[in-house]
């Protein structure tokens, strides 16, 4: 069983048991539907293909909030952040 969580500061999780959840939702986390956990990534996916505006910093940024469910470090390079993107 998988639950699907989200936190303002901290980004996405899955929780895999109720106590887990339990714990975190005492903790800030809220438990979402697995639409509402995986429509934020799909947006912003959109948002990177859409937009010609955005810098080469912004797109890595939002790339890595995608697969990591948050953002990274202001103190991250982006050969850094690429880094962690390619492994």
Known sequence: MIIYQMHPNHGRHKAFSH??????????????????????ILKKAEIIEESDELSDRDKLVISYEMKFGKKPSHLMKDETIQKKLDE
Do not use: S
């Not at 887990?20 to 697995?34: C, L």
């Open 19 to 40: 106590n887990e959840a339990k714990e975190n939702n005492e903790n800030g986390w809220k438990t979402v539907t697995e639409e509402e956990f995986y429509a934020g």
